[in-house]
């Protein structure tokens, strides 16, 4: 069990101690649910109340709150709590699954897959004809990866992800559980004979930059024709569905439940809230924010937020649910 005293987290810190504690800090936890010898956040006034009544020995808080550190406890402030937070994890964290050996004897690797140097392939894992693995690429169990496809450096992708053909993923890229990428778009048209649907062929491909994290359960199809683009930096939540050919800037979020239809369009920096839906051919200019569970159906100029559905201008949304809300008295 790693244990550290409170300055030498604030060496990673570079904070301000006040107070002090003789306790060994042992663990991060929850403001309401640390015990003595953990370390806790308040990044947020409304919070601050807490402390009091916190058995924490030590809380990391914005430099913008007033807080008492009390007995035997002490506080840190700093200029953003929630990326010091994120330095104390890291000291913390327990770091990844260990593999007995780089790579397992029932990983099968095809004979014309190049593997860089320190990537590790766990039991059951799939690596097909022409796939490229950069340097220190690590493939947990059950891991499929199909022909011609290419990995960057540093990369992790988990148990349970299948990466389609001729799929191309940058550097340090994370790629969690049950994920599925390059499959088949949603393409299909009524027959002539209006008795069925035919099927579009989908031979396009997925390409994915540098950074990129996405979330258990999500799936990025393959373009119709071209690539459905992820850009450096993105970060996609769980259960997220990118839909064929959609292109995504770099640095987007998108939250879970919510999807792209086909063929959108993001700029860089662009927010999409949880359940919310991008209808297909739309394009989010550059630092737009789409709120929670709602459904943008016509292009958003940069940097504007909208809310609703259909969606439109926030502040314009809001004033709509109130008159509603009135007329419904």
């Known amino acids: 069990m790693k244990s550290f005293t409170v300055a030498e ?16 800090i042992t663990a991060p936890e929850q403001l309401e649910n640390a015990k003595e010898g953990e370390i806790t956040i308040i990044g947020n006034r409304k919070y601050a109340k807490l402390w009091a009544s916190s058995n924490a020995s030590v809380a990391v808080i914005d430099e913008k709150i007033d807080l008492e550190p009390g007995e035997n406890k002490a506080l840190i402030k700093v200029p953003n709590a929630d990326l010091a937070m994120a330095k104390i994890l890291e000291l913390f964290d327990p770091g ?18 190049t593997l860089g140097k320190g990537c590790q392939i766990g039991a059951n894992t799939y690596v097909g004809k022409n ?30 992800t299948v990466i389609r053909e001729r799929t191309i ?36 491909n997925v390409v994915i930059g540098n950074a990129v994290e996405i979330g258990s359960n999500s799936c990025v199809d ?18 997220v569905q990118i839909g064929h ?27 999409i809230g949880g359940s919310a839906s991008i209808n297909d051919h739309t394009t989010l200019h550059s630092g737009v924010t789409v709120g929670a569970g709602s459904g943008v159906v016509s292009d958003v100029a940069a940097g504007k937020t909208v809310l609703g559905y259909p969606a439109c201008d926030s502040r314009e949304m809001l004033k709509q649910w109130v008159t509603l809300r009135k007329l419904a008295k």
């Not at 969690?176 to 069925?196: C, E, L, Q, W, Y």
Request: proline residues 3%; hydrophobic residues 35%; contains cysteine.
């Open 245 to 271: 050919n959609s292109v995504m800037g770099r640095s987007c979020i998108m939250a879970g439940h919510s999807g792209l239809a086909g063929s959108v369009t993001l700029g860089d920096g662009v927010i």
């Open 9 to 24: 987290i604030n060496s990673e810190l570079n904070g301000e101690i006040l107070g002090n504690t003789s306790a060994i």
């Open 222 to 239: 393959r373009g119709k024709f071209s690539s459905t683009i992820i850009g450096d930096g993105c970060k996609i939540d769980n259960l």
């Open 96 to 113: 990844l699954p260990a593999f007995e050996e780089d790579i397992h004897p029932t990983a099968v690797v095809h004979k014309t897959a």
């Open 131 to 160: 796939v490229i693995l950069g340097d220190n690429t690590i493939l947990y169990p059950n891991v499929t990866i199909m022909d011609d496809t290419t990995l960057g450096n540093g990369c992790t992708i988990w148990s349970g």
């Open 169 to 204: 993923i940058g550097h340090s890229c994370i790629i969690h559980t049950n994920v599925s990428i390059g499959a088949d778009g949603f393409g299909f048209r009524p027959s002539t004979d209006g008795k069925g649907l035919v099927k579009i062929p989908q031979i396009g």
